[in-house]
């Protein structure tokens, strides 16, 4: 159960977690606008991974069996064209988290074709950073990777992808006090949530970012008529000053393809970071994920575009 | 003349202003690592448009005289495999600036058919926001939207996209005290600059930025056998402190593309715009264009990849 929920929260337990968005699936529990939800810990992984688990058995991963939300919560009164506003309140932390690089997942998949797994030891209070090893320490903020309202289109829709109507978008900023805005697109919305985050970089380029076990609280209310196409957000305040005091070190792709250009600015801070630390590629590829933000520099000067990787120094210090 | 370049600067004139890069161009210049080197002030319309200018001029802008470079500069020693390390040490700003919209150019060009043009008046200290009439108030940090060296494929360049070896890349980061290496392409380096802005934000989406006729002051080193792909820089500090006090307002794209994305991110930041202040369209794409940032949140969920436009609130207030 999420800690400091406040008063008149109600819980949403294991057995309300589902592994697909499908706006038939009967609501786990009904509120009104203004209400506080607390959600028992959600495990991205649904028990496949302990803290024992080796490497080699992310090859045998059964992806039917990944990312779970929990939900959905209809909100009364909720019509499409609403927005469903959604504020994090807390978190509840386990403690430990992993990062993976799992065969045939992430950015480069084609370069990394072998499985690797990191285990981290997770303030739960999220004030110290964690340590990857002796080589660099990654500041924490939590939030949820996957937090979406039921889509339009009937029937089953996988929780991996993130769609119009949010869910798997794992966007870093999106943490405690964090106002966002999500398109409902059926009536009472159908909330859900899912993927707790300890920390990520934009992007979550390997795939996986420093992800735990955790329970969370979040507040539903309601702004009718925003007509939203895609979820939108307000950050109260700065969003990185966590990380940026030492500046940071940055490389780029160059090419007429933004993807392209996104897997050559990545590759370029692997090399970047081994030569800078002596780490190993599959090390530099998961502690970008965790931590090195992808920003489209320049997407005008036709025909190539440029992305950077801005990695913070800080991290290395 | 660029102010503060420090003893012993040399200065590059108009008459080495061109508009290819090119790798059988002769030096206007030999210096020796270390050197500084000043160039005269850089018009990247070279005299197309003045304070007095009307929007519907640039129906007839002559493309081929768009985004000069000044130089090249020979630097002694250097050798394909080195990397040329840049610094800029100061800027002698004029003082006014413009952003247009620019028909048939603009990552919304098909959505903005019509010629648009902003004069801005800038503070030569940068230490002063530049006002967007009353709507706006955008925070000043000057940088170079070109540096690059000559690439090591013969013949005439267009000084308009980026390459490998840099050029227009349009990185809003690249300001006083920034360190780019450029790969070295070719004997001597043969570096040019060019296309001055007094701030931009990371995407440069109308395909302008606080455009203004700059002088600039850089100081040029060498880094032997770096052997980099593409440009990579070092910040000495964080980068969105004077943007980010405030917060932001975000908005999202969802999609399987990329660059479909990265529109519909700025489509919905600039309805957003509007709601919240009235301006019209084209002003917010313009203001988009030179403080909004892009970011990838998530390139990794297949098949639907996240880009996130940031807008800081403190420009609104």
Not at 66 to 77: E, K, L, M, R, W
Not at 87 to 111: K, Q, Y
Request: charged letters at 20%; a negative charge.
């Amino acid at each position: 159960m999420a800690k400091n929920a406040g008063a008149g929260g109600r819980t949403i337990h294991a057995e309300h977690h589902h592994l697909s968005w499908d706006n038939a699936r009967p609501p786990a529990m009904t509120v009104a606008p203004g209400a506080v939800v607390e959600f028992d810990r959600i495990d991205a992984l649904m028990g496949q991974l302990t803290r024992e688990t080796e490497a080699e058995a992310l090859l045998n991963l059964d992806f039917e069996r990944v990312n779970p939300v929990a939900g959905p919560i209809h909100v009364d009164g909720a019509e499409p064209g609403d927005a469903l506003k959604v504020t994090l309140l807390a978190f509840d932390p386990c403690g430990w988290a992993w990062t993976a690089i799992i065969p045939g997942f992430g950015l480069l998949a084609e370069d990394f074709p072998a499985p690797h797994l990191h285990f981290w030891s997770c303030d739960t209070a999220f004030k110290e950073p964690a340590a990857f090893g002796d080589m660099a320490r990654v500041p924490l903020k939590p939030f949820c990777g996957t937090i979406g309202v039921a889509p339009r289109a009937p029937g089953p829709h996988s929780t991996i992808p993130p769609y119009a109507s949010g869910g798997n978008m794992d966007i870093r900023d999106l943490n405690i006090g964090t106002e966002r805005y999500l398109p409902v697109q059926v009536p009472g919305a159908l909330f859900s949530i899912g993927d707790p985050h300890c920390a990520q970089g934009d992007g979550e380029v390997c795939g996986t970012a420093i992800e735990s076990i955790m329970g969370v609280s979040v507040k539903l209310e309601l702004v009718k008529d925003e007509n939203l196409k895609f979820p939108r957000f307000v950050t109260p305040g700065p969003v990185t000053r966590h990380l940026d005091a030492k500046g940071y070190e940055v490389t780029t792709g160059i090419h007429p393809d933004l993807m392209d250009a996104t897997k050559d600015a990545v590759r370029g801070m692997i090399d970047r970071l081994g030569r800078l630390t002596g780490m190993s590629a599959d090390q530099a590829y998961m502690l970008c994920s965790v931590c090195a933000d992808l920003r489209i520099s320049e997407v005008v000067d036709q025909p190539n575009w440029v992305v950077s990787c801005y990695l913070p120094r800080l991290v290395l210090d």
